[in-house]
Nanobody, 113 residues
């Protein structure tokens, strides 16, 4: 059974930092590209960025430079480091496999001004 279990998130003031974690089980993690998505309140889910099995990353323009996606294939874990957070980053954040077949449970990030 494939599971993606997220942790991290919470509330922070603007300019602060948070790190999200996504731990995978039940799949050959290193073979999967992975992604982070987010869904702001009242809006559609949107891509934050992706990372290949080898660690190459791509980001949505608005996130590049503030967000960093990384992974540890030994620990079967992906990370999203978010710095210089803005109120507009408030959303529920999801990890997923690159093919969107498997999803984490979501975790709330709230940034106050």
């Amino acid at each position: 059974q494939v599971r993606l279990v997220q942790s991290g998130g919470g509330s922070v003031q603007a300019g602060g930092s948070l790190r999200l974690t996504c731990k995978a089980s039940g799949l050959n993690f290193r073979l999967y590209s992975m992604a982070w998505y987010r869904q702001p309140p009242g809006k559609q889910r949107e891509l934050v960025g992706t990372i290949t099995g080898g660690g190459d990353t791509n980001y949505v323009d608005s996130n590049e430079g503030r967000f960093t996606i990384s992974r540890d294939n030994v620990r079967r874990t992906m990370y999203l480091q978010m710095n210089s957070l803005k109120p507009e980053d408030t959303a529920e954040y999801f990890c997923a496999t690159g093919d969107q077949r498997f999803w984490g449970q979501g975790t709330q990030v709230t940034v106050s001004s």
